[in-house]
C-alpha cells in the first residue's frame, strides 16, 4: 500500500522568511496531493492541492511542486506570518477501487517567530 | 459550502461502555466517508472507509467489530466504538468526499475519553 514519509518534523523561521515541506509517497498510481493545515484541537484545513499532470501550483503565498518521477513534491510559504505556525500535512490519493482514500504524511510542526 | 458536522465533539464514558459519534456532510451529499484517529501530535490514521448503503472497508489492524461504522444515508454515516477501553481515547475525525471530487472535507473531530 501507500506509503507517505514527511520531513522536517518541525521547523521553526523567522517571520518573513520561507518555510519548505518535502514528502515522498511509494505507489506511483497516486494521483492527487493536498496538503492541511491543522491548528491545535481543530479540524484539517485545505490549504492547496495538485494533481499529477500538473507540475507546481500557486496560491498567493503559498506553492506546491510535484516530480512524479522522483515521488516527491513540496509546500513552499513565502513571507511567513506568525499565524501561518501550525501543523502541516501532506497527503497522497489513489483512485483505488473509487474510494480516494488519502493517506497522510507524519506532519510537521510549523513555528513562525516574530 | 462543503460543510462537516460531527457530534458529539467531546466524550466522557466509561470503560465497558459503548459510545457512537455521528458525522454529516451538511449542504453536499457525500458518496464516500472516511474516519480518522489522530493521537497527540501524531498525523491522522485512516481506519475506515464507508460507502453509502454498502460495508465498510477497514484498515489493516484496525478491529471492524470494536468500530462500527453505518454510513445510512448520503449525508450521515457514524461510527460506534464499542465496549470502550482507556486505550481507545484519541481525538476521532471523519470526512466526506463529494460524488465526483478528489477532495476531501474533514469535521471538527471528536474527543473520546475513556475512564
Known amino acids: 500500500g501507500e506509503n507517505v514519509e514527511q520531513h522536517p518534523s518541525t521547523l521553526s523561521v523567522q517571520e518573513g522568511d520561507s518555510a519548505v515541506i518535502k514528502c515522498t509517497y511509494s505507489d506511483s498510481a497516486s494521483n492527487y496531493f493536498p496538503w492541511y493545515k491543522q491548528e491545535l484541537g481543530k479540524r484539517p484545513q485545505l490549504i492547496i492541492d495538485?494533481?499529477?499532470?500538473?507540475g507546481e501550483k500557486k496560491d498567493q503565498r503559498i506553492a506546491v511542486t510535484l516530480n512524479k518521477t522522483a515521488k516527491h513534491f513540496s509546500l513552499h510559504i513565502t513571507e511567513t506570518q506568525p499565524e501561518d505556525s501550525a501543523v502541516y500535512f501532506c497527503?497522497?490519493?489513489?483512485?483505488?477501487?473509487?474510494?480516494?482514500?488519502?493517506?497522510f504524511g507524519t506532519g510537521t510542526r510549523l513555528k513562525v517567530l516574530a | 459550502g462543503a460543510v462537516v458536522s460531527q457530534h458529539p465533539s467531546r466524550v466522557i464514558c466509561k470503560s465497558g461502555t459503548s459510545v457512537k459519534i455521528e458525522c454529516r456532510s451538511l449542504d453536499f451529499q457525500a458518496t464516500t466517508m472516511f474516519w480518522y484517529r489522530q493521537f497527540p501530535k501524531q498525523s491522522l490514521m485512516l481506519m475506515a472507509t464507508s460507502n453509502e448503503g454498502s460495508k465498510a472497508t477497514y484498515e489493516q489492524g484496525v478491529e471492524k467489530d470494536k468500530f462500527l461504522i453505518n454510513h445510512a444515508s448520503l449525508t450521515l454515516s457514524t461510527l460506534t466504538v464499542t465496549s470502550a477501553h482507556p486505550e481507545d481515547s484519541s481525538f476521532y475525525i471523519c470526512?466526506?468526499?463529494?460524488?465526483?471530487?478528489?477532495?476531501?472535507?474533514f469535521g471538527p473531530g471528536t474527543r473520546l475519553t475513556v475512564t
Open positions: 497527503a497522497a490519493s489513489t483512485e483505488a477501487s473509487g474510494t480516494y482514500k488519502y493517506i
Open positions: 495538485i494533481r499529477s499532470n500538473v
Open positions: 470526512s466526506a468526499r463529494p460524488r465526483g471530487s478528489n477532495e476531501q472535507y
